[in-house]
């Protein structure tokens, strides 16, 4: 963090140490002062003695702000440091946060968290944080708040500066990227439009466009790329030789479009590659929504596994006749920024429901409607809690039997309301559930949703569909990760004239470490087993004392990762996975729009690579899939065909592959998601799904055949209900289907334990193994990524149907979802790898060491080995999933 008094960076904060009083400061709604001689533990002896006083303070929000609007800019990060304190009734510590408000002219206010730090009385702390724009908003106002109501807030000294500052054409002073190591070649065109070319449409230099409206964000020019008539058509540049292998690279472009009539439109960063073998790659590295109205930034990153002949960067994206505008263009070696530490949170209060008159013994206090509806209390709604809230509070009061009844609602979104914004803690995970119920008069099933409004973003807390009268169970979790300003919890979802009715709603963080401790207790029955070593011929009396060392080398239980045909280039990479994983899946290369592209145009030579390196690395490999049902996904000349082209093509390809792969692949997903899709029934009938797995099951016989599908575990999609999931694969099974397996993808956010096992237990009424196919999990912060990730991996191996776990990948830029990675960039293990995956130098996937010594036992002819010594220590051992405890006994016949 730059000083402010060692003068090597502007501070865009003006009167920072608040030598001019309040000048250039606002406090909002509640009062402000300046005075001096406070406390000075915790601050340097060189700053200044003024402070400001923010008081009469009657919600959190409230504090000191400063409007910043023109002294930001994009493309910059800055870094915020603020000396703070607290005074008045207040026991223990207490939140102070940084917080940016930025309003934009035609959408809503939105909040940006900077930073945040604990405070006591009596003592300055030093708050610090980092932010940067990704559009222009019209205001910028930056504010200091956090205290509960009352408390008192104390400012002292606060500088926010730019990491890199440089000259603008017009004298001001801007932000910029450090370009001294940009790959890019002349990157804001001070030399017109060297290095620089057209994909598929011409390229053009401006100082203005649109009648002067449109002008450089920074320096004097900017490009466009004009009469396009592709979408990927845009503006280039190659950058072969200047990029490595194996290193991370950040890229950072200002863009925005213009013409066509177009106001909005997604602009992408693509890099073209070239192999030696002439093969080529498309690498998408960013994208933005940008606007005729602003320039925004675009951020991404990529990496190179293999050594191209040829690299080139586009941008590409809008529809034909949109120009693309590049103001500059960044692409440099990324830096590696540290990991957020582990959330710290304070008295978490497990169990506890944070919503207010939940029983509805004070009327509806607490609640109002949403909408122009009408809120009453009934009661006869059940006693007992939903089942998976009991599985995760244990013992609890009854319900009250109170519910209530919504009536008048004429929007769908119209329900029971209740602001939450204080209750709720940062990282922590919260579950919800409830019982709710429907009225009469609903024409069709009716889905109901358990919503909250974070800063006027919905987020999903659990839905349920209702095809009846009765009490229904809905159950769903959340996590906030960014310090929001106001939330809001609703229940929303039947059409609108349907009366709604909520009883006992819950909303309370879950305690992990109880539930993984019931968990291991559940894994001992299902996965551990007594082994018995027998040793003939040996005189018992002569081995007491005697020291037996076993080892595991390999854990049968399968542990799988989805890789790519590029992972394989890069050694680093392959190392990792054969020495952690046992199973493997192809993220896209088994796929039908991979291997037929166009129609006759076959392409196995990605996927005959990589099952040539899992069969050398003895790894199972699951093919995935033999067609997507979601129409989305289908390529566009299959989409074209008419109903007996299209049954020939599907045959073909069911031959083509099967026959091709027979007896390599262990499992196959038939038709991907099901449940959310279903292109080929619509063309092709009813029968066409079941059919499908006959012939698979014809063409291969040694093959598992899947279903599989996503949002089955979660609680948060009522197409894909369990319940949905088990009558979709009874009806296949009475048409014959061989259907051996179930897919459950597990792309999960914020997991309950209850609520996956409750999923689990739904489907194993079946009898069908159950595997995690695609699992992953997204947290920016590693430690909070490591214990989802826990929870999703012991809910499996506890579970006895489960039968198997496949990671949707592990390396970052590698991922289908951001923040999810267990293995950065350049090859470094995270917290949430260091708590998955154990490797050695032996690549084995777990060594657990037992020394034991053998020992006279009861029985006259046998000696049991009971002394047991553990390497790695038994700590990191006993935390981790794959660990299994095994009684050894020698045996003297």
């Not at 490595?244 to 013409?259: C, S």
């Not at 003895?618 to 033999?626: A, D, F, K, S, V």
């Not at 045959?651 to 027979?662: D, F, P």
């Amino acid at each position: 963090m730059i000083n402010p008094s060692n003068g090597r960076a502007t501070n865009i904060i003006l009167n920072h140490d608040f030598s001019e009083g309040l000048h250039s400061w606002h406090a909002n709604c509640c009062d402000g002062i300046v005075v001096d001689s406070a406390y000075s533990e915790g601050v340097p002896a060189n700053l200044a003695a003024n402070y400001a006083v923010v008081s009469n303070r009657r919600e959190c929000w409230q504090g000191l702000e400063q409007d910043i609007t023109g002294r930001v800019s994009l493309e910059s990060t800055y870094l915020v440091s603020a000396y703070v304190g607290v005074s008045g009734p207040l026991e223990g510590s207490a939140d102070v946060l940084a917080t940016l408000k930025l309003e934009y002219q035609d959408s809503a206010t939105s909040y940006l968290f900077v930073g945040r730090i604990s405070v006591t009385k009596e003592r300055w702390e030093k708050l610090e944080g980092k932010f940067s724009l990704s559009t222009m908003p019209q205001r910028v106002i930056f504010y200091l708040e956090g205290p509960s109501p009352g408390v008192d807030l104390l400012i002292k000294s606060v500088v926010i500066s730019c990491l890199n500052k440089n000259e603008s054409e017009s004298g001001g002073s801007i932000c910029t990227t450090a370009e001294d190591d940009n790959v890019i070649l002349n990157p804001r065109f001070e030399d017109g439009l060297k290095n620089w070319s057209g994909r598929g449409c011409k390229v053009a230099l401006h100082d203005s466009m649109g009648d002067g409206k449109i002008v450089p964000l920074s320096g004097k020019v900017f490009a466009s790329a004009t009469e396009r008539t592709q979408s990927w058509n845009g503006i280039q540049q190659e950058i072969t030789g200047r990029v490595q292998r194996k290193l991370a690279y950040e890229v950072t472009a200002v863009v925005r479009i213009y013409g066509n009539n177009v106001t909005s439109s997604d602009v992408r960063a693509t890099l073209w590659v070239q192999r030696a073998d002439q093969r080529e790659q498309y690498i998408g590295i960013a994208n933005v929504q940008a606007t005729d109205k602003n320039w925004v930034q675009m951020n991404g990153k990529f990496l190179l596994n293999g050594s191209p002949s040829r690299v080139v960067i586009y941008l590409e994206g809008p529809p034909s006749g949109t120009d693309i505008l590049l103001n500059s263009l960044v692409v440099k070696h990324a830096e590696k920024i540290p990991p957020s530490p582990p959330p710290y949170i304070e008295n978490p209060a497990f169990g506890v429901n944070i919503v207010e008159n939940s029983d509805l013994s004070n009327g509806t206090n607490g609640w109002f409607g949403l909408g122009n509806c009408t809120l009453s209390v009934g009661t006869g709604s059940p006693h007992i809690l939903p089942p998976m809230a009991r599985d995760s509070l244990g013992p609890h009061e009854p319900l009250s039997g109170h519910y209530i009844l919504v009536t008048k609602r004429t929007q769908t979104w119209m329900g029971p309301a209740q602001m939450i914004t204080d209750k709720l803690k940062l990282f922590l995970t919260y579950q919800v559930s409830a019982w709710v119920r429907i009225g009469s008069g609903a024409t069709g099933p009716q889905n109901v949703n358990v919503a909250l409004s974070v800063d006027n973003q919905w987020v999903n807390g659990g839905q349920v569909e209702l095809s009846d009268d009765r009490w229904h169970e809905i159950g769903g979790s959340f996590r906030i990760e960014k310090q929001p300003s106001k939330v809001m919890v609703y229940v929303q979802g039947p059409v609108a004239g349907i009366d709604l009715m909520l009883a006992g709603l819950q909303i309370f963080p879950v305690d992990r470490q109880a539930r993984f401790r019931y968990l291991r207790q559940q894994t001992d029955k299902i996965r551990k087993r007594d082994v018995i070593l027998k040793f003939s011929g040996l005189d018992s009396s002569c081995f007491l004392g005697t020291l037996v060392k076993v080892r595991q080398l390999k854990n049968s239980f399968p542990f799988g990762t989805c890789v790519n045909r590029t992972n394989i280039d890069n050694e680093d990479f392959v190392d990792f996975f054969v020495k952690n994983f046992n199973w493997a899946v192809f993220g896209n290369e088994l796929k039908w729009y991979w291997t037929e592209p166009q129609q006759g145009n076959f392409n196995y030579k990605d996927a005959d690579e990589m099952l040539d390196l899992c069969k050398s690395q003895n790894i199972e490999t699951r093919g995935h899939c033999i067609f997507w049902e979601v129409e989305a996904t289908v390529q566009q000349w299959i989409r074209s065909l008419n109903k007996n082209d299209l049954s020939t093509a599907v045959q073909n390809r069911l031959t083509g592959l099967l026959t091709r792969y027979k007896g390599k692949f262990r499992h196959y997903d038939v038709n991907n998601e099901m449940l959310h899709g279903s292109f080929y029934q619509d063309k092709l009938g009813k029968d066409i799904r079941a059919n499908m797995f006959k012939i698979a099951n014809k063409l291969d016989p040694s093959a598992t055949l899947f279903v599989n599908d996503y949002h089955v575990e979660d609680g948060c999609d009522t197409r894909s209900s369990p319940e949905k999931y088990i009558q979709q694969i009874l009806d296949l099974q009475e048409q014959g289907a061989p259907v051996g397996g179930i897919g459950i993808q597990g792309h999960i956010d914020s997991p309950v334990g209850p609520i996956v096992c409750s999923a689990l237990d739904k489907l194993g009424i079946l009898g069908l193994p159950i595997w995690f196919t695609e699992l992953d999990v997204s947290s920016i912060n590693e430690y909070v990524r490591a214990d989802d990730l826990e929870v999703m991996l012991r809910e499996g191996f506890a579970h006895a149907a489960v039968d198997g776990v496949m990671l949707w990948g592990f390396w970052e830029l590698f991922m289908s979802r951001e923040n999810s990675h267990l293995v950065n960039a350049e090859g470094d293990l995270n917290a949430a790898g260091k708590n998955t995956l154990i490797s050695n130098e032996n690549g084995c996937l777990i060594v657990t060491d037992m020394l034991m010594r053998m020992e006279n036992s009861s029985s006259e002819d046998s000696m049991e080995l009971i002394t047991w010594k553990f390497s790695p220590p038994p700590r990191k051992l006993q935390k981790h999933l794959w660990l299994t405890k095994v009684s050894l006994h020698l045996w003297c016949p």
